[in-house]
């Protein structure tokens, strides 16, 4: 009579493995990279288990063993400095990891984002970067079913640690050149154009600004905020009906929220045949070289990209699973260049 073969448990294989039950259970779980349990440990787990004829679907969970060698992320488009700058450093300090780096720019199109999303973790992607997106939630969840770390760029979420701008320090500080730069009685004459007013970024500029005026003591009732998005023909639309209704007198301090409201607002310059800008001053959040070499005197804030992407592959890294730190970037103030006049 031949002898009925005793079932392997996983304390056979972790005694065979030379490791604990508990992280057989998490490798042959799939979840073994979540708990930072090492490739090589992995591998010897799951060759143990095939040798005692394990039988469990070790086919499928070996899949989750096989590296892509491929970092994803995504983002809303190239045309900024900012985020080209941050696409280059993403991929910079990818491949210093010995990674393929994949970005992929959405439109600011909440279906593409996270079909994107879908798409880069169906090909098992190493972790995602999610930047500039308005609400990563779903995207970060998405990742965290499928066991692959998810890390925000540009905004907080919830369900993953993010590294952010100080946005509402460095719209404080911008807010202060200006009001400091204008030579007026009574409340300044202020506007601020661009953005998205339920975009995370957006929202903590405006603060900043608030923050200057009643640092001042000043009331914030005479700000004017139109969160006009991010197309510059649109930005231009908007200010070209706003400079009408003012009766051809743009305001004497000008926030452009973003190189495209700035873009907007040279764009209304054109369109109105006259230098509008001349006789306002203006502060834009963001930094472009080129911008900076308009003789308009503008003053710009420029986020350290660089900083962002070395403290997102911090995040990913070194912060234990679960956690949602969100670490918050100085930005720098750049005066571009003086008026001729």
């Not at 004459?189 to 500029?205: K, V, W």
């Not at 400079?243 to 305001?251: D, E, I, L, Q």
């Not at 080129?290 to 962002?308: K, N, Y």
């Not at 403290?311 to 969100?326: C, H, K, M, P």
Request: hydrophobic share 40%; glycine share 8%; aromatic share 8%.
């Amino acid at each position: 009579m031949s002898k009925h073969r005793q079932k392997t448990t996983i304390y056979d294989i972790a005694k065979a493995a030379q490791t604990s039950a508990p992280t057989v259970s998490l490798v042959l779980g799939g979840s073994w990279r979540r708990y930072r349990v090492s490739e090589d440990t992995a591998a010897r787990v799951l060759a143990k288990a095939a040798e005692l004829g394990y039988s469990a679907n070790l086919r499928a969970r070996g899949l989750r063993l096989s590296r892509s060698g491929l970092a994803g992320m995504i983002l809303p488009h190239y045309r900024n400095r900012f985020f080209a700058g941050l696409a280059e450093h993403f991929e910079i300090e990818a491949r210093r990891r010995g990674l393929c780096p994949v970005v992929v720019s959405t439109q600011r199109e909440a279906a593409t984002e996270l079909a994107t999303a879908e798409t880069l973790v169906a090909h098992q992607v190493e972790f995602l970067f999610v930047a500039g997106v308005k609400d990563p939630v779903e995207i970060n969840r998405l990742c965290a079913n499928e066991q692959i770390r998810s890390v925000n760029i540009d905004l907080p979420g919830d369900e993953a640690p993010s590294a952010i701008s100080d946005n509402q320090t460095a719209a404080r500080q911008l807010t202060d050149i200006l009001l400091d730069r204008l030579d007026a009685n009574g409340p300044p004459d202020f506007a601020f154009f661009g953005g998205d007013e339920q975009d995370n970024s957006t929202i903590e500029r405006m603060a900043g600004v608030r923050d200057a005026f009643n640092a001042r003591g000043m009331s914030t009732e005479s700000l004017f905020f139109d969160c006009c998005g991010y197309q510059p023909a649109h930005i231009a639309s908007v200010v070209c009906d706003f400079h009408v209704a003012r009766g051809g007198v743009m305001p004497a301090a000008v926030f452009a929220n973003g190189i495209t409201a700035l873009e907007g607002l040279l764009e209304a310059e054109g369109l109105l045949g006259r230098e509008l800008m001349r006789s306002s001053v203006i502060g834009c959040y963001d930094w472009d070289p080129f911008a900076a070499s308009l003789p308009l005197g503008i003053t710009f804030v420029r986020q350290d990209v660089e900083a962002l992407i070395k403290a997102g592959f911090s995040l990913l890294e070194d912060s234990v699973e679960g956690e949602r730190d969100t670490v918050r970037i100085p930005a720098e103030i750049r005066c571009g260049r003086a008026s001729a006049d």
